[in-house]
């Protein structure tokens, strides 16, 4: 599946109906470390079928990070059945993405921001 944006067409049916675990990356378009990371992410959502994964400019789409502050980049969240399972800074090495995908489709929470907005319901209902 291809790395989408807020306004793909498709996320309120791959979200809402088929309820597939997201990941989303949280950037800036100025930064040349998430220029190189995206097309890593890229690559792996190819691979990673069952997930659905979202670019967010940060400077785009303010109200997907409700009061939360991204620091450095890439910043991460990864959601599943409505759960927050990690939200944080990660190095840009897509290996350890991958790593924390495996860590939390097993069950396991990472670390995960209380005061971020429902992502999955922003992102099925907005109008971008």
Not at 24 to 30: K, L, M, R, T
Not at 92 to 116: K, Y
Request: proline share 6%.
């Amino acid at each position: 599946m291809p790395l989408l944006n807020p306004k793909d067409s498709t996320l309120h049916s791959l979200l809402g109906a088929q309820g597939r675990p997201l990941v989303v990356c949280y950037c800036a378009a100025w930064c040349d470390t998430c220029t190189v990371y995206q097309q890593k992410l890229a690559a792996l959502s190819d691979q990673l079928k069952n997930y659905v994964f979202v670019w967010v400019d940060i400077e785009d789409y303010p109200e997907l990070l409700g009061d939360e502050d991204v620091e450095n980049f890439p910043t991460l969240l990864i959601e599943r059945a409505g759960q927050k399972q990690f939200f944080g800074t990660m190095l840009p090495h897509i290996d350890q993405l991958e790593r924390m995908i495996e860590v939390t489709s097993s069950g396991g929470h990472v670390a995960a921001a209380n005061t971020l907005p429902d992502v999955r319901l922003c992102l099925t209902n907005n109008p971008f």
